[in-house]
Structure formats: C-alpha cells, structure tokens
C-alpha cells in the first residue's frame, strides 16, 4: 500500500505546472520597448501548444460552441448557455480532428458557468486551472475558441490581448470573440485557465469571460450535476412542459394503443409505432389516455421516460428523453 | 450552418460590472502606450505602406514591391484609378496606372512613376510560428503610417470560395441536356460570351452528365480558374474560356449574426490559395498593407478581414512569386 501511494505521488510531481510564477511583465504599465514584446512573445509561444491541444469544441444539437479539458479523464469548463442543461449529450471535437461524446453536468445559470464530462474512457489533454487569485487588471492573456464553428485546417483561433475590466462575477478583456467561441478559454501567459468565454458588448473591445473564481466557489454543486439559480444563461427545464409526441387510445385489453406519432418528435425518434399497445411507463401502468396525461404533467423537458410496450405480440422496453413543448 | 453560441447581452452586463475595475484605454492592446513599444518597426511601414486614396479619403493600402513604383494592392476594392493619388512615405503620386490584375488571390499590380522607393523584401519562406507579434498599418496621418499590432493566430491555410465557385448562369434540364436559362451580370459566363438557350456540353474537357456532376466539379476549382467549356448554339459547337468566380462574390450571401458584430468586413474574404491569419484589429480599408514581425521582415500582405476576429494575409513566399508572375505578364 506504502509504495502504491509513493508511485502515485511520482507520477504526479510532473503534472503540477501551476507553480509557475505569474509573470513580471505584468506588473508593467505598458511594455517597454522590444526586450519585453518579447518576452511576451516567448511566453505566449511557450504557453500555446498545451492551451491549444485542450481547446475543444462543443457540437450540441445544431449549436457549436467551445470549451476547456481541465482534467486528464475528461471533465470539460465551458459556458452555462452552451450546454443549457444538465445532462445533455454532445460532441467533442479536438484541434487535431478526434471526436469523443461528453455529457453535461451541472451549471450556474445566473453567471454562465458550466462543467461536463468526456464518457469515453482515455487521458486527454488538459490544462491547469489558475486557483491563487493572483490574476489583476491588465495582465496579459489570450483566449483561444473554434470562432464560427470547427475548422480542421484552421484550427481554434488565438487571440493576445490584455485584461480591460475586473469585476466580482466578469473579466472583459480586448481579445476579440465572435459567435462560437463561447465557452472557449482564457489563459494567462503561463498557460493557467482564467476565465472561460461568454458574451460580448455592444462595442467591439467588450469581449467578457466568466472568471475560473466563480467555478471554483460553485465546483461540488456543478461537478454533482446541480442546476443552480433561476437564469439568465440557461432556463431550468419546467413541469408540465415534457414533449412526448404521441397520440394514444383505450383498446380491448390491457394498456393504451399507440394511433399516432408525430413527425420528428422523442417517440419516434425512440422507435415508438402506430398500433403499439404501451402499457407502463417509468413503472406505473397506463390503463387510459389520461393516465398517459397525469404523468407527463408531472415531468419536465429532458426528463427520462421508459415504456413496456407490447408490438406484435412481443413485450419490449424503450427508453427516451422529452422533447421541449415550446421549442 | 450551425447556431453558433455566443451572447450579446450589452444591457445585462451594466449592473454586473459595476464596482469594476477599468483599464485606461491607452494601456489597452490597440492602445498608444503599446503601440508606442513597437515604434522601432515603424520605419518599415513607412517606407513601404501605400496609402491609396481619393482627396482627402483614404480607399485601401498597398504594398511597395519594386524600387521603381510596382505596388500590390486588394483588386476588388479598387473601384477606378481616377482621381486617386497613392501616398508613401510623405510623398504623394498622381496617376497610379492598373498593369494587372489576379483574381485567385484578389491581387491588383499597380504602378507609380517613381524611383529610389524601398520594397518589402519577400524572401521570408517560413512563416513565423503562432503567437508571433505582427505589425501593420493601421488609421494613417498624412505624413506618417501608424502601427496596428497583433498576433499570428492560426493555422496557415487555403480558404475555399464560400459555397464552391460558379461559371455566372442559371441552367434549367430539358431531357438530360443543361441550357442555359439566364446569364448572371458581371460573370466570367457574360465575360465569355455565354447567351441564353446555349447548351452545355463539356466542362474542363470532360462531357457534362446532369448538374450535380457540374456542381461536384465546381467545387473543388478556384475562383481564378480559367476552364474550357464546351457549348452548342444552335447546330454550331464551340468552346469558350470562363474564368470562374467565387458564388458569394457573384450571388452575394447572407449576412449571419457573426458578420453583424464583425463591422466593416471584407466582401470578397474568401477563395485565396494559401494565407495566413492573425488578429490586427481592422476593417476592410486596412487591407492591401505589408504585414512585419519585430525583426521588420515582411510575413505578408493584408488580403481579407474576414470577421471580428479573423483577418488574412497573404504569405510572403506566395507574394514573391505572385510579384514575379504579374510583373513579367504585364511586361515592364
């Protein structure tokens, strides 16, 4: 057991870069000349190559967004309005191309800030997360993002710029975003996570980011799958408003009779039929259309819902998530 | 096309920045003070900025390429030389004359008569690595040029014509044969004399099977491309030369919510054979510039902003040898 634990440690030693200092350079007003563009240069340059392998973007139904790999077995930082609830499944696109799924887990719907999870299985690359609170008004930071959706031979987009505006819940800085970035990363020049990407201003230098701050102090809850506060940047899915989709009827016998399906709806998309005889669902027994109608009253948006179903004589099980009445 | 996040909320973020801290606009990146450190660069885009304009308004930039007055500027936002002066360095030009044009990388030669100017030196073959500072010109003064700082951004690239490259006609199918129904203004097909009702038969040597054949073909072209296309009229067969375009550049596009918050974008930003991107901030009368590193060599020339965040330039190798090309096709 003593060795195991002395194994680990060694393998961990490596893997904690945040001990980098943050750099002197910012502590400057304005650079000086060309000794310290460079060494800006040499330490965004230094810094880039892990940010960018890290860098992932969130292909979540017909919406694209980006987002951060913050632990080596996937859990991802990205933007509350990206994922836009908990538990939702989607997409993950690496610079280099690879594709994994990733689910949502919980959010902070009042300052945009979101965490999910990479369900495959692998060790990703991944970044560290700036927790000492030493990031200050003006310091130098770049913000990466798959800007208009992902591009293979571009890449996610690098931006330099410097921290214009610091508030409890925000950072502003003049690193240009635009439609996609959101959820995409803010480092500083050590290639520390600061902040992650979330809205822009009515005017082109007002680009704001949700500070790593404003994770931290919510990460049990969010990590936990917890959907926090009442909006703006995302909507708690409401009771009553579960779309199923179908059109059911009493029959001779026992449950209701499945006589129509709506186009593109959850019921069809579970492979639910005309002339299906549903008898359960999620374990209570449906013996009218209003038994059907008192549960999903019950039931919100994204809720699970699992039938006993009897087709052709044979009894089967399907499973499938509600759709949004009002979507 | 995909909904792309990103909010733009400017009422919600007023109450959540209050008790902020805010940042002098002058230490800010675009900001005097930063621009002020990169002012040893500065020289190098004096001497060999072009500065194209009409009165007092400036139109576009340009790029010195040759000591004796050879200038490489953006061809599609150059309307008509006349009335138009060029300015480099402090000395004004009159009567800059077109010698050619290339539509592939949307690059026009221009000439002044002057001597003694100092061109940019495109013997640069590799780009510089991401997260190199690049300089280039940006709001002008009479006599000065002044630096617009930024960084390489991205992966150097071809970027395909927006929705593939068309000839400039619409075609109706009458009984496996395309025709032509309508000849669209200002197209390589109205260029080549393409009418309505001639048939199409051939298409880069290789006879046409229906329009999705066509279409797959146009696809993978560049705008630029000159093909032979086969036509009948009538009971003559002939063969003509269209110059492709890009479909955006000739059908237009729609304007997304991306290009809303980008301001004044480039309209012809798509279809280059190679560049590279960085993130000066500009708009599309900054382009046509030199682009410089720290050491003052020339990385490239501004061809396209492309969005808020987003512009290109045309590599200096590609430059070198486009500068070539046109020189010795315009045979001076």
Known sequence: MTHRSVFWLALLIPLAPLSAERPAINDKR???????????????????????????????????????????????????????????????????????????????????????QIVEEGSYPHVPIEKTDRTRLGDWVFALGHSGGFDKARGSVARLGRLVRTANSTYQSDCNLIGGDSGGPLFDLTGALIGIHSRVGARLPENMHVPTRVFLENWDAMQGGEFIGEGPFAQMPKKGKGFLGLLAEAHDGEGIRVKRVGRESPAEAAGIREGDILLEMNGQPLTSRDDLQALLEEMAPEDKATFELVRDGKRQTLSLKLGDRDA | MPRLFLLALALATAPALKGSLSLDTEFRTAGPAVREAFDFVQPRLQESSAVFQRGRKELIFGTVVSRDGHILTKASEMESLDGVSVVIGAETYEDPKLLATDPSWDVALVKIEAENLVPVDLSMTELPPQGTWLIANGATERDKRRVQVGVMAAKAREVFAAGGTVLGISLKEEEGVLIVEEVTEDSGAEAAGLQAGDRLVRFDGKKIEDRESLLEDLKERRAGDKVPVTLQRGEETFEVEVELSGRVDVFGEETTRNDMMSGEYSPRRTGFPRVLQHDIMGNRYFMGGPVFDLDGNCVGMNIARFSRCETYAIPAADLRSLVERMISQAGS
């Open chain 1, 30 to 116: 304005a650079p000086q000349g060309r000794e310290d563009l460079e060494e800006i240069q040499r330490l965004y340059q230094q810094a880039l190559p892990a940010a960018r392998a890290a860098t992932v973007c969130i292909e979540l139904g017909e919406g694209s967004g980006s987002g951060v790999v913050v632990s080596e077995d996937g859990l991802i930082m990205t933007a509350a309005h990206v994922t836009g609830g908990v538990d939702r499944e989607f997409t993950v696109r690496f610079e280099d191309g690879r594709k994994v799924k990733a689910k949502s887990l919980g959010l902070n719907s009042e300052n945009d800030a979101a965490l999910a």
